[in-house]
């Protein structure tokens, strides 16, 4: 057997000597690293990291005894030199576990408990040891410890009451639980006694808990999860309770639209809608606008699936007015003062007494809605609608719905005489268009229509100037079949002086007497008002009236004689507006609807003699000016030439002579093409001879004879007066002529005319 012999020194002891690093370089690192960062890298890559120790076989009791005494002495000396660390104690409390011995162990744990009691690990660790040994009574005697001395660490509690619920203890987890509430925990934890509850299906003990909790904690949602228990196991009548006793609870300042939502969708769920409509107008009416997003929108949904067409949009006008109010803000008040009625520069200055009337008002008729509809107190309900109504200053400002909401509530408890006084005490102190308005219509829905005559005759005193009301009196004594009145009252109707829409009587009398065939009165309201106006429209319309004829009888005045009719209008209005010179733009409809009759209705010859009417249209540009008098440059717009015209003459001859210059400016460039061909044929045929040696007076020769023209032209202008000259422009590619003249009556001095061929 061969040895190797090492050739390494050998120190004193047979030991070899470390060999000695070779330093290269003894000069300070550009880096240098201290020497906690060195640990720390070495512990982050484990570079110390040593084997684990072997295992130890323990072979006789006389071994076990030595290992145990050297580990007891080692976790003791541990504790000695740190007496407050606890792990020492579970650590050493562990080892004892390990080894058999539970006595020890638990000696080890009270150790540590004597050290720190509050220590949630110990606790924990020490029942866990008496729950893995089966010792459930000394599990039991530390959880009562343990809650007992820390009542409000809920690991402690919940672990407790889950081993009793294993081991099947119900009545013994009941008492913990019971136990544990008495401390009043958070809701997460009421929430699994009332889940260990319904395991067991001890509905009773689930319903107090309930109870319990809504009285604890101050919350909706609570009472919202308490109704909804009840309605999920079928108990509605308690569930609906609930919601009700949630809203008297909370009272009107602490109210959540989260509440009256999950109110209204349980009665949804219970097909009362009726129901569910009351709660969604009942919390509109009590929480603040600004936080009932949710709540509108709920109402809207349910409103779309249950409700009729008018409930609908009353909940989107509802949700509107909101919208715009918050917009408008504090303004509101404001909006009102400006349409208070204004006499002799007399408006209420006090904006505060505004606001208070507003106020006062939408409360009282909030108040007395509710107690129509929900106290169905009427006697109460009426006295807040007078109430309402003294609040109001009638001398200044009115609210004309409080009158008319009135009326409609004396209406509906059959007291028709208490809703007439109301009306015509409205209209006595403060006349407005929209109380008369309401109460003609409740008169025309009782059928009382001498009762709309004399309403409509006050209403006309009050504001003769309303075309609407005219009509609509009128419109009322042709459906009762007086015609006679009818026609009485547009009479006078169209002799007011003012009226704020005089075009609408005026269409209304019309059409009444076409109603009646009493076309010779139609024509004389129409030659009335040619009197009084000579609107374009007026004609037209005066003309149309006369081909619509065209079926009625000829004895009548209809057939072809209303055709002729209608052309003599056309021709009328023509000439009419020819001579007032009206705008070109009117004088165009006409002349249009005039073609359209035509062909639709004419022939041949008439339709060219309107084509011959037809007007040219032009290019014109002026100078524009700003609003300081300083040049703002050229504007172009486009101008109708008539053909009969006053101003169309000129217009006439310059466009003649425009064409003229055209047509001679083609021949000019014709003759001088052929002229050029003949002298090329002429060369070729004498050599000898050439274009400068020609002396003889050619007429294809025009560039000579161009500029002796300009010749005399200057010596003429040396001697004569300077004028302004008439310039022509011809584009020979597009067929386009142009030019300026000076003329003191155009409306620039500049004027560039167009026309298009």
């Not at 949630?120 to 343990?146: C, F, G, P, S």
């Not at 409080?402 to 102190?429: V, Y």
């Not at 009762?480 to 547009?490: I, K, N, T, V």
């Not at 002729?564 to 705008?583: I, S, T």
Request: proline residues 3%; aromatic residues 10%; hydrophobic residues 35%.
């Amino acid at each position: 057997m061969s040895h190797t012999i090492s050739a390494e020194p050998m120190m004193a002891g047979g030991k070899r000597a470390p060999k000695s690093a070779a330093v290269k370089n003894k000069m300070p690192a550009e880096q240098q690293i201290t020497a906690e960062q060195l640990m720390r890298e070495a512990k982050e890559r484990e570079l110390e990291v040593l084997p684990p120790p072997p295992k130890q076989k323990i072979a006789d009791p006389e071994e076990l005894k030595s290992y145990q005494l050297r580990k007891r002495k080692e976790f003791e000396d541990n504790i000695r030199k740190n007496r407050g660390n606890i792990i020492n104690y579970i650590k050493y409390a562990k080892w004892e576990e390990s080894m058999g011995e539970v006595q020890r162990a638990r000696s080890v744990y009270e150790r540590g408990l004597d050290v720190d009691h509050r220590t949630v690990t110990t606790w924990l660790k020490y029942a866990e040891m008496e729950m893995k040994q089966k010792q459930i009574n000394h599990a039991r005697n530390i959880w009562d410890r343990a809650v007992s001395i820390l009542p409000r660490v809920n690991q402690f509690w919940l672990k407790y009451t889950y081993m009793e619920e294993m081991l099947g203890n119900v009545t013994g987890a009941r008492q913990i639980f019971e136990r544990w509430m008495k401390w009043l925990p958070e809701e997460q934890n009421w929430y699994t006694y009332i889940n260990f509850e319904l395991r067991y299906k001890e509905l009773d003990n689930v319903r107090a808990i309930y109870e319990r909790l809504v009285t604890h904690l101050f919350d909706v949602k609570h009472w919202i999860k308490y109704a909804k228990f009840e309605e999920r196991h079928g108990y509605v009548n308690r569930a609906r309770s609930v919601y009700e006793r949630a809203v008297e609870f909370f009272g009107d300042v602490e109210l959540e639209e989260s509440l009256f939502v999950a109110f209204a969708q349980f009665e949804e769920r219970q097909k009362e809608h009726e129901r569910a409509r009351i709660i969604y107008k009942y919390a509109l009416d009590r929480i603040p606008k600004e936080e009932c997003v949710q709540l509108f929108k709920n109402y809207t949904i349910h409103e779309k699936k249950f409700g009729s067409r008018d409930s609908v949009e009353n909940v989107i006008i509802s949700k509107r007015k909101f919208q715009y109010e918050s917009e408008i803000g504090a303004n509101l008040e404001l909006r009102c003062l400006v349409r208070l009625p204004a006499s002799d520069g007399d408006r209420c200055e006090d904006v505060e007494q505004v606001r208070d009337a507003l106020r006062e008002g939408h409360c009282q008729c909030a108040s007395a809605g509710r107690e129509e509809k929900l106290e169905e107190d009427m006697d109460r309900c009426r006295e807040v609608y007078k109430t309402c109504l003294e609040i109001i200053p009638h001398k200044k400002f009115t609210f004309a719905k409080i009158w008319i909401m009135f009326a409609h509530f004396e209406i509906r408890q059959k007291q028709l005489t208490a809703a007439r006084k109301i009306m015509g005490q409205s209209i006595g102190r403060c006349p407005k268009e929209k109380l008369f308005n309401a109460y003609i219509e409740m008169e025309q829905q009782l059928r009382e229509f001498d009762r709309c005559r004399i309403l409509y005759q006050k209403f006309l005193e009050f504001a003769p100037e309303n075309c609407q009301t005219w009509k609509k009196f009128a419109e009322l004594e042709s459906v009762l079949g007086d015609f006679d009145r009818a026609r009485a009252l547009y009479q006078l109707a169209v002799k007011q002086p003012v009226l704020d829409m005089p075009e609408l009587v005026w269409k209304a009398f019309i059409d009444f007497e076409v109603e009646q065939e009493e076309y010779e009165r139609a024509r004389q309201l129409y030659r009335i008002l040619l009197t009084r106006t000579k609107h374009v429209k007026v004609w037209i319309s005066l003309a149309r009236f006369e081909a619509s004829l065209e079926d009625v009888p000829e004895e009548d005045g209809g057939g072809q004689r209303a055709l002729e009719r209608a052309r003599e209008v056309f021709k009328e209005a023509n000439k009419g507006l020819r001579l007032e010179e009206a705008d070109s733009e009117q004088r165009l409809m006409l002349l249009q609807h005039w073609k359209q009759f035509e062909q639709e209705k004419g022939d041949d010859s008439s339709q060219s003699a309107v084509n011959e009417l037809m007007p040219k249209r032009i290019k014109k540009r002026r100078k524009m000016l700003t609003e300081d008098g300083v040049d703002a440059g050229w504007e172009e717009y486009f101008d109708y030439i008539f053909p009969d015209s006053s101003g169309s003459r000129n217009m006439q001859s310059n466009i003649r002579l425009l064409e003229m210059a055209k047509k001679w400016s083609t021949l000019h460039k014709t003759i001088k093409r052929d002229g050029d061909e003949v002298n090329d044929l002429e060369s070729d045929a004498d050599p000898d001879r050439s274009p400068g040696n020609d002396d003889s007076d050619s007429d294809l020769s025009y560039e000579d004879d161009e500029d002796d023209s300009g010749s005399e032209e200057d010596d003429g202008e040396e001697n004569a007066p300077a004028k302004k000259p008439k310039t022509m422009e011809t584009d020979v590619k597009t067929g386009s002529l142009s030019f300026e003249t000076n003329n003191d009556n155009d409306e620039s001095a500049d004027t560039t005319e167009k026309i298009d061929e």
